[in-house]
């Protein structure tokens, strides 16, 4: 069985900081990809930020400069420094893993429970 725990989100005034943080773990014989999307109130999921096994990342074009994507390999971690945060960042955020559970097997999509972003004043 495979586990995604995320911590990080809080409430925060606009301009703001946030980090989020998604550890993985289990039955993992190695992580493809792992980033985080987010969900709006009454709209669809989105894909915030990525970032593969070889180090290349990619961000969703409203949180380019704001955000920054990275990963911890020792700790199957990944993490998202989320600055100048503003009132539209306000979302769950969810953490998703491609992770491969057995030697020569495909990656399977994993999901988080989400950590809840509130930018306010």
């Known amino acids: 069985q495979v586990q995604l725990v995320e911590s990080g989100g809080g409430l925060v005034q606009p301009g703001g900081s946030l980090r989020l943080s998604c550890a993985a773990s289990g039955s993992i014989f190695s992580i493809k990809a792992m980033g985080w999307y987010r969900q709006h109130p009454g709209l669809e999921r989105e894909l915030v930020a990525a970032?593969?096994?070889?180090?290349?990342?990619n961000y969703a074009d409203s949180v380019k400069g704001r955000f920054t994507i990275s990963r911890d390999n020792a700790r199957n971690t990944v993490y998202l420094q989320m600055n100048s945060l503003q009132p539209d960042d306000t979302a769950a955020y969810v953490c998703?893993?491609?992770?491969?559970?057995?030697?020569?097997?495909?990656?399977?999509?994993?999901w988080g429970q989400g950590t809840q972003v509130t930018v306010s004043s």
């Open positions: 970032i593969t096994s070889n180090g290349f990342a």
């Open positions: 998703y893993a491609g992770i491969s559970t057995r030697w020569n097997t495909a990656a399977y999509d994993y």
